[in-house]
């Protein structure tokens, strides 16, 4: 079993910052990408950002440079901190890992942008 525990969604005005967290545990042991996607109404689910276990990035274009990712490997936990917030950015986001050839998700933690 694989638990995925996400935090630090909410709402924010155009401009402002969140930071997500997404902790780790159960059996995840071999577990190798960590990463944030979001999906907003009506649309496919889009990775936001991926970090390897050796800490590479890579990010959407459009939030390049306005969201950093980031792990705490003996805390088996993923962060996105996100600054310069868009209303685009609305969405739900999912923290997601990889263990071998699977991929394991969280429930999903709402993202609004607005004034």
């Known amino acids: 079993q694989v638990q995925l525990v996400e935090s630090g969604g909410g709402l924010v005005q155009p401009g402002g910052s969140l930071r997500l967290s997404c902790a780790a545990s159960?059996?995840?042991?071999?577990?190798?990408?960590m990463g944030w996607y979001r999906q907003a109404p009506g649309m496919e689910r889009e990775l936001v950002a991926a970090i390897s276990v050796g800490g590479s990035t890579r990010y959407k274009d459009s939030v390049k440079g306005r969201f950093t990712i980031s792990r705490d490997n003996a805390k088996s936990t993923v962060y996105l901190q996100m600054m310069s917030l868009k209303p685009e950015d609305t969405a739900v986001y999912y923290c997601n890992i990889r263990i071998g050839p699977r991929d394991y998700w969280g429930q999903g933690t709402q993202v609004t942008v607005s004034s």
């Open positions: 159960g059996r995840i042991f071999g577990m190798d990408t």
